[in-house]
Each structure stands twice: as structure tokens, then as C-alpha cells.
């Protein structure tokens, strides 16, 4: 088997991917168009034109733009659905989604309309084509502890739908020791804990989202190799890193994806996951992100069965089930 078509035939688990981040514009034409939304883009060639980003500040500007179009609880019904058959086709068995709730419940939309639509979608992918999921709802970071909490108090009534608590957007500048009260808060409610760390901002915001989080797994960390202590800590507590190599490059994070430190990282046994983000905007689904970072770094056959057993480990699935996964890789042949 070559090595695109081992990656194409590989059940593997997304853990890092942001709902809002999957909408493409052709979707966001439609969906626009049928809620009476304006969008300042004539079409969707003009919208990919946009698609330039020079930092993570000048993507998320127009991210949050497009997610102004989602109104009702089908357009999140939509916007699901579109994402778990892109998974279907990449062979993505689980998936652990993002959503943003700030992002809609400061523009009028229900917290429980955000939730319902994405849930329904995930409970018909499970039905139809076995995909299971779970949901990480996360609290925006450029916003107020106090905002955080009222999301938190939102998110209540809905408990047993959400598996854990995030943090995203903008980094530098609001560390995660911001929001240590609101994450001890969530995991006295029984939510795992995840955060973003080291995409932009240093070292130290990784041991924070660590030490002050408490969470269980990092989102980007790719920074994280700047720090000797750091490196020796993730590998020691095989504490996951869910690496997005496109995203990191069209964000400029990285100049060039053979700079990756992926594979340096792999090598010296932190458990890294590929993953992608937001692939409506950085040109690419889990498989691409595989394909074009193994071109790169010339990685081998077994570096993607060990990153594909990688995405199970990390991910939040019973021991029982990543055991039937690992099987499953090592009997693709
Ligand atoms: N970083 C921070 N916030 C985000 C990202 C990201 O990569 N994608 C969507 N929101
Ligand atoms: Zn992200």
C-alpha cells in the first residue's frame, strides 16, 4: 500500500476540530441566503480569496464573521452533518467537536438551539454510519471570566451531553490562569478539561493549562518544544497534543510544513495527534493534513499507524474501545 492509501484506509479519531471552523461557503451561501443574512462576499470564490491569514488574530476575525450567519437550530443541524460526512469519507471512526456557544449566544441564538442542532446531527451519524463523537464546548479566552461562568451555568442543564470544557481563541495575552476558577468549577461538575496552549503563546501558558487547568490534554502545544522540562513532562505523563500542521501553517505558527516539529516531537515520544482545526478555512480535512505532513516530513508507513493508534489514546473513548481500534489499524494491511 503506498503510503496515501494507507492514511485513506486507517480508521483514525479528530479531537481537534471547531464546528463553526467546518463551515464552507458554499454552506454558508445557502444558509445565509435562506435566513436573510447579508455576507459582504458576492460568492464563494470571493470568500476563499479572504482566506489569507497572516496570524491567528486575522483568522479569527473572519471565523467569527461567517458564524454570524447560523441562526436556527437547523443551520447547526447543517453545518454537523456536512462535517461527520467529510469524516465518513477520511475514515474518521470518532470525533471529539469544539463549539463556541459565546459566539452564538451573544448574537441572540439559544444556547440549547447551538447544542440541539449539533447533537442531532452527531446522534444520526452514530446511527447511520457508526461514527461516534463527543462534544467540548469552549469558553472563549478574549472574553471575561464572568462571561465563561455564565456559559458554564448555561451549559447545566446539559450536562450529560457535553464530555468536556475548552478554551480558544485569542492567546496571547489571556493565559489560562484567566479562567483557573471557571475550570475548577466545570470539573467539580464531572467535565474533562481541555485547552488551547503554545499555538502562539509561550511555554509557560502550557504549564499553566496544566498545572492551573488541570486539563488532560493540550490543544496545539507545538511550542511546547521550546522548553527541555516541558518536553520531558509531556512524554513522561504521555499527556497528548492535538498538532493541526495545516492550520499551523496557513496561521504562519510554522514558515513551512518540512519545519514542522511534529515529527522531532514523535521521535522523542510525546503523544501527538493530527488533526484539522479549522479545515473550511486552511485547506484541508484530517486525511490532507496526513497527506500533505507526511510529503513534508517524509514520514513512514508506520509513523501513520503509530499517529492514527495516537488519536484513539488520546481521546476521551473507554479503554475497551481504543483496544477494538489499535486492532483494527494493525489489521489493515
Ligand atoms: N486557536 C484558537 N482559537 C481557535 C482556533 C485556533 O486554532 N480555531 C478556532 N478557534
Ligand atoms: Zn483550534
Redesign the pocket.
Known amino acids: 500500500m503506498t503510503r496515501n492509501e494507507l492514511i485513506a484506509a486507517l480508521p483514525k479519531a479528530e479531537l481537534h476540530i471547531?464546528i463553526e471552523?467546518t463551515f464552507e461557503p458554499e454552506l454558508m451561501f445557502e444558509i445565509a441566503r435562506r435566513n436573510g443574512v447579508k455576507i459582504p462576499y458576492a460568492n464563494v470564490d470571493e470568500v476563499r480569496a479572504a482566506y489569507d491569514f497572516h496570524n491567528?488574530q486575522s483568522f479569527?476575525d473572519i471565523?467569527y464573521a461567517g458564524a454570524a450567519v447560523l441562526l436556527y437550530e437547523r443551520d447547526f443541524y447543517d453545518l454537523t452533518r456536512a462535517y461527520l460526512l467529510r469524516c465518513r469519507e477520511d475514515n474518521v471512526t470518532h470525533t471529539e467537536i469544539f463549539f463556541d456557544p459565546q459566539t452564538h449566544t451573544a448574537r441572540g441564538v439559544a444556547f440549547e438551539t447551538v447544542l440541539n442542532g449539533i447533537e442531532r446531527a452527531c446522534r444520526e451519524a452514530q446511527e447511520k454510519w457508526g461514527i461516534s463523537s463527543c462534544l467540548i464546548m469552549c469558553f472563549l479566552r478574549h472574553l471575561s471570566e464572568e462571561s465563561a461562568f455564565e456559559t458554564l451555568a448555561q451549559a447545566l442543564p446539559f450536562r450529560d451531553k457535553i464530555t468536556a470544557v475548552g478554551l480558544?481563541?485569542s492567546?496571547v495575552g489571556h493565559p489560562p490562569a484567566k479562567f483557573k476558577r471557571v475550570f475548577a468549577k466545570a470539573r467539580e461538575h464531572g467535565f474533562l478539561a481541555v485547552a488551547?496552549a503554545g499555538?502562539e503563546g509561550p511555554p509557560q501558558y502550557v504549564y499553566e493549562a496544566l498545572d492551573l487547568l488541570k486539563v488532560t490534554r493540550i490543544d496545539?502545544g507545538v511550542r511546547s518544544a521550546e522548553d527541555d522540562a516541558l518536553m520531558h513532562r509531556l512524554v513522561e505523563l504521555q499527556i497528548p497534543l492535538t498538532v493541526?500542521p495545516l492550520?499551523n501553517l496557513k496561521l504562519k505558527v510554522v514558515n513551512d510544513l518540512s519545519r514542522h516539529n511534529l515529527r522531532h516531537m514523535l521521535q522523542r515520544g510525546v503523544l501527538v495527534t493530527v488533526n484539522s482545526?479549522?479545515p473550511a478555512y486552511f485547506g484541508g480535512y484530517v486525511n490532507q493534513n496526513f497527506i500533505e505532513l507526511a510529503e513534508a516530513l517524509d514520514l513512514s508507513n508506520d509513523d501513520i499507524r503509530i499517529l492514527c493508534k495516537n488519536s484513539f489514546k488520546a481521546s476521551f473513548i473507554s479503554d475497551a474501545e481504543k483496544k477494538a481500534w489499535y486492532r483494527h489499524i494493525d489489521e489493515t494491511v
Open positions: 471547531h471552523g491567528l479569527l471565523y480558544d481563541s492567546e488551547h499555538e496545539h493541526c492550520s482545526d479549522d
